[in-house]
């Protein structure tokens, strides 16, 4: 039963293009007790089907910035080989304190964005 809400939350997340795997990797470590390894590499396979449905719902809806979508995708290719290649040769320990501190980075970023909103909306009411 897990898995189904796992599966459905981490869609939800991921097609609104707000990271579902990093909620899926949260979820199957935290929760279902995978190896980070496992976790991260599960995430990918979850990650394929998902952004293949994100992207045909964004293209039907003309949201997709080609001129920076097409090069970001295409160095990002060889970012994940490169990824994957230092994340096997990584200590599980080590792994999840990268996860940690990404994790980090990305809550400071989301509410220095909400703060930031804030401030914007009150200033021009």
């Given at each position: 039963?897990i898995?189904?809400?796992t599966?459905?939350?981490?869609?939800i997340v991921?097609g609104?293009g707000?990271?579902?795997?990093?909620?899926?990797?949260?979820?199957l470590s935290l929760?279902l007790?995978?190896?980070q390894?496992i976790a991260?590499?599960?995430n990918?396979?979850?990650?394929?089907p998902?952004s293949?449905?994100?992207?045909?719902?964004?293209?039907?809806?003309?949201?997709i910035?080609?001129k920076i979508?097409i090069p970001?995708?295409?160095f990002?290719?060889i970012?994940?080989i490169?990824?994957?290649?230092?994340?096997i040769n990584?200590e599980?320990k080590?792994?999840?304190?990268?996860?940690g501190?990404?994790?980090?980075?990305i809550?400071?970023?989301q509410?220095?964005s909400?703060?930031k909103?804030?401030?914007?909306?009150?200033?021009n009411?």
């Amino acid at each position: 039963m897990i898995e189904i809400f796992t599966g459905i939350i981490s869609g939800i997340v991921s097609g609104m293009g707000m990271g579902g795997g990093t909620i899926l990797i949260l979820i199957l470590s935290l929760f279902l007790g995978l190896d980070q390894h496992i976790a991260q590499a599960t995430n990918l396979v979850f990650f394929v089907p998902t952004s293949i449905t994100a992207i045909i719902v964004n293209i039907k809806n003309k949201t997709i910035n080609w001129k920076i979508g097409i090069p970001v995708a295409f160095f990002g290719v060889i970012g994940a080989i490169i990824g994957a290649k230092i994340s096997i040769n990584l200590e599980v320990k080590t792994l999840k304190k990268f996860f940690g501190i990404f994790l980090l980075l990305i809550a400071i970023y989301q509410t220095y964005s909400l703060i930031k909103q804030y401030k914007y909306e009150k200033k021009n009411k």
